[in-house]
């Protein structure tokens, strides 16, 4: 039976799935001062970085069309999916949804599925792969989506950036309240609710304090740690993520720790130094 896994840009896939047809990443559009930049496999992240830095206004995000979903959809598979970022965070989501009908009107044949991955960054990631190993198990399309909800269910998503602005000026924080100055060094630790908006767990003056106090979130937040896969994903920090990988492996097992550099959405938010963890 084949299949396809479509993931739009904000999710990181690894290097060894970027020339597999099994998967397909849908890009968004970054808007820095009038500049569009493509999230595709052009996005250079130094010179997005170094363009923000540079930019006294807040960059934008623009999600995929209906009809570029379509186009994704369209490959022959039998069985489609595609995770897409937090419907309470993006459009996406509801992009994928109508280019789904929209495809399913001319294929009925094909069996489509959306998953909302009320995460963002590498939390698409390990749903991807997730839904890649229910196909290989030779799940039925069926099992797998129930399989795959039921994992996303179970997922937890925290990070700790350098600043917040972003998401502030773009308005992804919603209701969250009490953050504080930046000129006193605090370091909100952030995470996400079950219906995929963002939240503050707690806060530590300092980022490595801050990353300590998001290990003892993880800790306290993952049950069955032996049998999941964890994901850290940074912008321009790999030695914070290793060190990141190092703090977490002396308190708990996993089944394996994955880290991947952010793409530009991610980069977007996550701003130069910031980290996300997946589990």
Do not use: W
Not at 41 to 69: G, H, I, M, W
Not at 199 to 227: H, P, W, Y
């Amino acid at each position: 039976m084949s299949y396809k896994i479509v993931v739009d840009s904000c999710g990181e896939i690894p290097q060894e799935y970027k020339q597999d047809e099994r998967f397909e990443s849908v890009p968004l559009i970054l808007t820095v001062e009038g500049e569009d930049i493509v999230d595709d496999e052009t996005f250079d992240q130094a010179s997005f970085l170094k363009k923000v830095a540079d930019s006294p206004n807040c960059p934008k995000s623009s999600c995929p069309s209906p009809e570029r979903y379509m186009k994704a959809y369209d490959t022959g598979a039998e069985h489609v999916y595609a995770v897409t970022l937090s419907a309470e965070l993006s459009g996406s989501y509801n992009s994928a949804l109508l280019g789904r009908d929209l495809f399913l009107e001319e294929h009925p044949e094909v069996k489509v599925h959306v998953f909302n991955s009320r995460s963002a960054s590498i939390g698409e990631t390990l749903i991807a792969l997730k839904t890649m190993e229910c196909e290989e198990a030779g799940l039925s399309f069926e099992d797998t989506v129930a399989t795959v909800e039921k994992y996303i269910e179970s997922q937890n998503t925290f990070f700790v950036l350098e600043n917040l602005e972003t998401l502030r000026k773009n308005g992804r924080l919603g209701k969250v309240k009490g953050l504080v100055a930046t000129a006193l060094k605090i370091k909100p630790v952030m995470g996400a609710t079950e219906e995929g908006n963002i939240c503050q767990l707690g806060q530590a003056r300092g980022m490595n304090k801050a990353l300590v106090k998001m290990v003892d979130f993880i800790i306290q937040k993952t049950a069955d740690s032996e049998s999941r896969v964890l994901a850290i994903s940074h912008c321009n920090c790999r030695e914070r993520a290793e060190m990141l990988k190092e703090a977490i492996q002396e308190r708990i097992k996993v089944r394996d720790i994955m880290i991947l550099d952010t793409r530009g959405v991610s980069s977007m938010y996550a701003n130069d130094g910031g980290i996300i963890v997946v589990v």
